[in-house]
């Protein structure tokens, strides 16, 4: 644990979120249609319809998560990148300082 005059990211555990969050967003779009299964079997035409209404919203609805997770995981990499450059940027500042 750092210091409180200190910043420190957990930079390995950042990557392992953004691979965790990409793993989830794969598998909720390769999923099925569920509800589409069960036409016909649930009741009549106006328990379809409304299936197929609320299947619809969700796919709608779906995108949009599909979207905000791939724009988090691609800030949640570009944070890690950064970090990373400006610590070995840094430790390359002091070392070249160390050597005059």
Not at 49 to 63: I, T, V
């Amino acid at each position: 644990m750092g210091s409180a005059d200190r910043l420190t990211v957990d930079l390995d555990g950042l990557e392992d979120f953004s691979a965790a969050l990409e793993t989830i967003r794969t598998t909720m779009s390769e999923a099925p249609n569920w509800m589409l299964e069960f036409d016909g079997e649930l009741g009549g035409r106006e328990v379809d319809d409304a299936l197929d209404q609320f299947e619809s919203h969700w796919s709608d609805g779906r995108g949009q998560v599909d979207k905000n997770c791939g724009e988090f995981i691609k800030l949640v990499k570009t944070a890690v990148e950064n970090i990373r450059k400006a610590d070995n940027d840094l430790r390359d500042q002091l070392v070249a300082s160390g050597e005059q």
